[in-house]
């Protein structure tokens, strides 16, 4: 049998990391098929079933037919329901044609990188980042440019690091709040203070992930887009998975600049075409539903992160942020480095994330993947008596550490 050899391969994906979150969400499937109780503490999923009102808004439509291709920026209906949702919502003012949906809000920031990057184009994250923009960012040849916050800042970086990353070369920058991974929240004041470092450089857009946007605890949430001095340099990223439980329905959106949009609309045009249509169809119901289960699921992980801290808050090493959104904690574990149980020696947020994985059947994802090393992130979008029992496998697993 003829060798197979890599070298086949691009050297785009061959440059490519696994997804972390992925990649260990996996592996705790892997150990729970060998017939282990695995808790998954790992993927950024609600662990509550999308609305009924939805999902018969989507039987509805399948009903009626809407099983053909779609336009491929999206329905008319859904962009102008996604319209009427910014401007309810946010503040925010743009036309149907600013407006592309996609294949959920990872497709959206793929297709914006592709479309606005260039070969040596730097782009600032604010880390801890989203596992993915490192990634989408170098595949489409654009340089990330790291500018991290540690818990002493709540994870937050400030207008001064901003204003220090800035080059000649800075085409993008891109950050979520609420924060994946540490359920961060910018305040208005934070926001318009980076605004002002950011409003003289034109060439510099902003893309801002708000896919966290309905599980807040802060109160109102605050959009980049609003600032008036970057409002036509943002370009906003929202989607159904979070704030709806509407993981697998697979829609994101971006509202932005009409030639942007229109840059991202021929990006998707070869390579996906238009999203699932009756699931378009549930999502026009959706936004303009009430959000009386969206609120419902929002308090539930409020109540969880109550919890979920106390709990962890009492494990010696700990450092535990405490959060205003999202549902995951980030807390920092370093205080284990240089610890071991037998041959296990605990030398970085790697290594303890795989113990905790192989020890007490938890399943986490190391801060090296978004960007932060010395922490974990822990989601808690998942039942009470799992989170009680995640709690007490971790403490028995660290307190194996000497």
């Keep these: ?17 696994e997804s972390a979150t992925l990649k260990m969400a996996q592996l705790g499937r892997d150990l729970a098929a060998k017939g282990h109780h695995v808790i998954s503490l790992s993927l950024g999923e609600p662990d509550f079933d999308t609305p009924d009102h939805i999902k018969e808004a989507a039987k509805k439509a399948l009903d009626e037919g809407y099983t053909k291709y779609t336009p491929v920026p999206g329905l008319m209906e859904l962009r102008e329901a996604i319209c009427r949702k910014f401007e309810r919502d946010n503040g925010l003012h743009f036309t149907p044609a600013q407006i592309v949906v996609s294949n959920g809000a990872k497709q959206s920031i793929a297709n914006l990188c592709a479309a606005m990057l260039n070969p040596g184009d ?35 970086v400030t207008a001064a690091q901003v204003a220090a990353a800035i080059t000649d070369r800075t085409k993008l920058i891109i950050f979520s709040s609420p ?5 961060s929240v910018f305040t208005q004041d934070e926001l318009e203070a980076i605004a002002a470092v950011l409003a003289p450089h034109e060439q510099i857009y902003i893309v801002a992930d708000e896919i966290y946007e309905y599980i807040n605890f802060s109160g109102a949430h605050v959009s980049m887009g609003t600032i008036p001095s970057v409002a036509a340099r943002t370009i906003t990223v929202n ?11 697979r829609l994101g959106y971006i509202g932005a600049p009409t030639f942007i949009a229109n840059a991202c609309t021929k990006i998707q ?9 009756f699931a378009q169809k549930a999502a026009v119901h959706a936004l303009d539903a009430d959000l009386t289960a969206t609120y419902a699921m929002r308090d539930a992980f409020q109540k969880r992160r109550e919890l979920i801290i106390g709990l ?10 405490h959060p205003q959104g999202a549902f995951y904690l980030f807390p920092e574990v370093s205080a284990y480095f240089g610890k071991s149980l037998g041959d296990q020696v605990i030398n970085d947020d790697n290594d303890l994330s795989e113990y905790l994985l192989a020890e007490a059947h938890v399943a986490t994802v190391a801060g090296e993947a978004f960007g932060i090393p010395g922490c974990i ?19 028995a697993a660290l307190g194996k550490l000497k």
């Design 1 to 17: 049998m003829a060798m197979v050899s890599t070298e086949v391969l691009s050297r785009k994906v061959l440059a490519m990391e």
């Design 122 to 156: 730097e782009v600032i994250l604010f880390a801890p980042y989203w596992v993915s923009y490192y990634d989408i960012v170098s595949m489409n040849e654009g340089v990330p440019v790291v500018v991290a916050a540690g818990i002493d800042q709540d994870f937050k």
């Design 179 to 183: 924060c994946n991974p540490s359920g």
């Design 239 to 249: 989607g159904f998975a979070k704030g709806y439980a509407m993981t697998g329905w």
């Design 269 to 277: 045009g070869q390579v996906t075409s238009g999203a699932n249509a």
């Design 312 to 321: 962890l808050e009492q494990i010696p090493g700990l450092k535990v942020n």
């Design 377 to 395: 992130r822990i989601s808690y979008a998942a039942s009470e008596e799992d989170l009680r029992e995640a709690a007490r496998r971790i403490a």
